[in-house]
């Protein structure tokens, strides 16, 4: 909270003049009789509509961005044809607004999202001429179940070779719009197409959700 309290007759050469606003430097005299001034970062706000009581102003930053970033600390789970969440053990940070259940990440209020995933992946059979691609999503429940979020999807391939270990990797940036409290956002992968066996990189796959503005 910030007291704004009204000031005494003053004068100024240099004022813009908005109706009844007037914005000033904080080092001049801007602001007329009965009129409240506001100083915020060096500069007056002079009105006769602002409330001498006082003003709210948002402890958040002006974007309300809040931050999740985390990962799987253990890995080594084997990529199947069926998609599998990805194990966020270890989160980096959390604040307030986010729930991490075991990779699944409550958000708790709408607003757009700025989500960034990576995949990290580990072949651990290396019978040359094996192949397989791999594919990773995002996918959001509102409420009735998960659905892939549309334009969320990527994927790499993979040849395998004797005696060496291929460490592909895939990942997406997707802005997400999420109009429903309590919405729940998770990575999935999946082998979609191939033979080739692999697994999930320990400490190399991770999840960063940024909200950028609420709804």
Request: proline share 3%.
């Amino acid at each position: 909270m910030y007291n704004v309290s009204p000031q005494g007759p003053l004068t100024s050469s240099s004022l813009t003049e908005f109706n009844d606003i007037v914005v000033g430097h904080e080092n001049s005299n801007d602001c007329k009789n009965g009129q409240t001034v506001l100083r915020i970062y060096g500069s007056v706000i002079c009105s006769q509509n602002i409330s001498t009581k006082c003003l709210k102003i948002d402890s958040e930053p002006t974007s309300g961005q809040r931050i999740f970033s985390g990962y799987d600390s253990i890995g080594l789970t084997v990529i199947s044809d069926n998609y599998q969440t990805l194990n966020i053990d270890t989160n980096v940070i959390i604040d307030t607004g986010y729930i991490n259940i075991f990779g699944e990440i409550l958000i708790v209020e709408p607003g757009v999202y700025d989500v960034f995933y990576h995949l990290q992946f580990q072949t651990f059979n290396n019978s040359a001429g094996k192949y397989g691609s791999i594919s990773g999503r995002l996918e959001l429940n509102t409420g009735s179940g998960f659905n892939t979020i549309v334009g969320s999807g990527s994927t790499c391939f993979i040849i395998e070779q004797n005696g060496n270990l291929i460490n592909p990797g895939t990942g997406k940036e997707v802005i997400v719009n999420i109009t429903i409290p309590n919405s729940i956002l998770k990575v999935t992968f999946a082998r979609i197409a191939g033979t080739t066996t692999c697994r999930i990189k320990p400490e190399e796959s991770s999840l960063i959700i940024k909200r950028l503005r609420h709804n």
